[in-house]
């Protein structure tokens, strides 16, 4: 039963996340280091990457229900997964 928990963490693609993030998450957040301009209130995904309390697993659920001030955004949870992928790859 935990390998079934597990397998959709060990099968995030952060390429594809990166792509979702661009398409859906970069008018509010910077997604990248080339991105120049968004919300001023949202923080940049490299500064959620490098949260202390960071984690892949409880970014991707928490996508999955987001806070109210977020877009009602019908993500998989494939796709939560790969975009949580994908800032954990900027984490420094």
Do not use: T
Request: glycine content about 6%.
């Amino acid at each position: 039963m935990a390998s079934l928990m597990l397998s959709p963490a060990k099968a995030a693609d952060a390429n594809r996340g990166a792509e979702l993030a661009k398409r859906w998450c970069a008018s509010c957040h910077v997604v990248d280091g080339g991105q120049k301009q968004a919300s001023a209130d949202v923080p940049p995904f490299s500064a959620i990457a490098n949260r202390s309390d960071f984690s892949p697993e409880k970014l991707a659920f928490f996508l999955l229900d987001p806070h109210p001030k977020m877009p009602n955004f019908p993500l998989s949870r494939n796709e939560a997964g790969d975009i949580a992928a994908y800032i954990g790859s900027l984490r420094k």
